[in-house]
């Protein structure tokens, strides 16, 4: 890889990575709703990509249930795990997406696994256990467990994707907002009374955020990313996104002052190792689920 392109990749995780942080942000020190920041970020992404949403790629049934589960779904769990949970956490639990990915591949598009890819899985799922684990065993945290609700959808999504051909990334960006903006529209009215009073409260910093995370990181990230998959081969360009969950942890610890002791190090440290040895593997959906599980963050 050219220096060019690894200072792009770079740059590219490090927006991924910020993002985290600035939601942690707006749904905890801001006061905004989750599922009304959600919203407010797909409609961004809607009118900035409208240009691409048509002709609509078929199977449509399909490509909605995709982008939901990929983007209104995912993105709205992970943003309600920010208010609970810290970036740190949300950034090495989530991980735990990408053996889910690899199982569902397994069931719905006949991909093989070997022991490699098998000890990569158990090493994920052990440093995730261990990320959630505290005094008292498995932690109920309400945040960590929106995280893996989020890990499900977006894993889900990842798979049925592949089912789908000829979908650019605009153009699956612009069905995502599209599709995910009406029923986050829904459910913040009906779960989140006075949330435009909280957002305009909130002002301009929720503004700058939303706008960043449309537009910065759904929209350029994203494209960049997708230019550097076209260069490059899959399991060159996807254990280097792992870029994005440690400097997602050295944000947390340096912004927000996370918690970061020897069980949260050593979690960490087994998880990415287990995604690590999954994405040096060829298999078919590592790089989309590895791009949407670093946009979410």
């Given at each position: 890889m050219s220096l060019r392109d690894f200072g792009l990749l770079a740059l590219v995780c490090l927006v991924w990575a910020s993002n985290n942080i600035v939601s942690k942000y707006v749904v905890s020190h801001l006061g905004s709703p989750p599922l009304f920041y959600a919203a407010a970020r797909f409609a961004v992404v809607a009118l900035a990509t409208l240009p691409w949403l048509l002709p609509m790629p078929r199977p449509r049934w399909r490509l909605v249930v995709v982008a939901l589960l990929m983007g209104g779904g995912n993105f709205a769990l992970i943003f309600m795990g920010l208010k609970y949970a810290t970036p740190s956490s949300v950034a090495v639990v989530s991980q735990i997406g990408v053996p889910i990915t690899t199982l569902l591949s397994v069931v719905m598009l006949g991909e093989t696994i070997h022991w490699r890819r098998g000890l990569g899985i158990a090493l994920t799922f052990m440093g995730v256990v261990a990320v959630m684990w505290s005094s008292t065993g498995l932690s109920a945290s309400a945040g960590l467990l929106y995280?893996?609700?989020?890990?499900?959808?977006?894993?889900?999504?990842?798979?049925?994707?592949?089912?789908?051909?000829?979908?650019?990334?605009?153009?699956?960006?612009?069905?995502?907002?599209?599709?995910?903006?009406?029923?986050?529209?829904?459910?913040?009215?009906?779960?989140?009374?006075?949330?435009?009073?909280?957002?305009i409260a909130a002002g301009w910093p929720f503004l700058a955020a939303v706008l960043y995370s449309g537009l910065v990181v759904s929209v350029g990230a994203h494209t960049g990313y997708y230019l550097l998959i076209g260069r490059y081969e899959a399991n060159l360009i996807s254990p280097l996104t792992l870029m994005t969950p440690l400097a997602t942890i050295a944000l947390g610890v340096a912004i927000f002052h996370d918690p970061f002791g020897l069980r949260m190090a050593a979690g960490s440290a087994i998880a990415l190792t287990g995604v690590l040895i999954i994405a040096l593997r060829r298999n078919q959906v590592m790089p989309l689920l590895l791009a949407i599980r670093n946009r979410a963050q």
């Open positions: 995280v893996v609700a989020s890990a499900i959808a977006a894993s889900l999504g990842a798979v049925m994707m592949k089912q789908i051909e000829g979908v650019k990334p605009l153009q699956f960006q612009a069905w995502v907002g599209f599709a995910s903006v009406w029923p986050l529209v829904l459910l913040s009215a009906w779960f989140e009374p006075g949330q435009l009073q909280a957002g």
